[in-house]
């Protein structure tokens, strides 16, 4: 099945700074790659997500940048808020195997005032 | 307001008590699946259905069941639970399967089996 990699694990970034996360994905045959956002005490929600067919997508301070030959994407937050502290996920979704999510191992993102 | 809702929030319980956690949606969504969320694991997918009385494996279902008799509730069954089950657990609904529409994920119910 697929098999998707998230780094870092932990990140830490002074207010205003920006943030990446990196994740990368073994199945060729991936074309949807949302990245979600989990807060102390809830589930996990959708901020951004991307297709095999777009290279980058952007959401005012958030975006997203996939290289499907390097079968890598990125989650991009610039002027980092305290709000924006959370435990990010990317997935992949393959429909190799019928059509669901393996997410990745999560970042605990966390910004400094 | 478009929710999905998990039931209980928090339970401990002793090896070998059967227990059931609910999930419940008002969205009318067709798909819906559950999830164990573990340290450095992530989430990894333990069961799907994609409709009434349709539901498949997904990638630990090892002691668990689930049900599915009407299209807004999706059970989560532990018959026996055992110590490696302690989890969090996460429900989540969509229109179609994942990556068709955005999914919707549940608070979560932490679960410690003793």
């Known amino acids: 099945g697929e098999n998707v990699e998230q780094h870092p694990s932990t990140l830490s970034v002074q207010e205003g700074d920006s943030a990446v996360i990196k994740c990368t994905y073994s199945d060729s045959a991936s074309n949807y790659f949302p990245w979600y956002k989990q807060e102390l005490g809830k589930g996990p929600q959708l901020i951004i997500d991307?297709?095999?067919?777009?290279g980058e997508k952007k959401d005012q301070r958030i975006a997203v940048t996939l290289n499907k030959t390097a079968k890598h994407f990125s989650l991009h937050i610039t002027e980092t808020q305290p709000e924006d502290s959370a435990v990010y996920f990317c997935a992949a979704v393959t429909a190799n195997t019928g059509n669901q999510f393996y997410f990745g191992t999560g970042t605990s993102l966390t910004v400094i005032p | 307001e478009a929710q999905v809702t998990q039931n209980p929030r928090y339970l401990i319980t002793v090896t070998g008590k059967k227990l059931t956690v609910t999930c419940s949606q008002n969205?009318?969504?067709?798909?819906m699946s559950w999830y164990r969320q573990d340290p450095g694991l992530g989430l990894r997918q333990i069961y799907y259905?994609?409709?009434?009385?349709?539901?498949d494996k997904g990638d630990v279902p090892e002691g668990y069941k689930v049900s599915r008799k009407e299209k807004r509730n999706f059970p989560l069954i532990l018959e026996s639970p055992s110590p490696n089950q302690t989890s969090l657990y996460f429900c989540?609904?969509?229109?179609?399967?994942?990556?068709?529409?955005?999914?919707?994920f549940g608070q979560g119910t932490r679960l410690t089996v003793v």
């Open positions: 969205m009318n969504h067709e798909y």
């Open positions: 259905s994609m409709n009434v009385e349709v539901t």
């Open positions: 991307i297709r095999s067919n777009v």
């Open positions: 989540a609904s969509s229109f179609g399967f994942p990556g068709h529409t955005e999914a919707f």
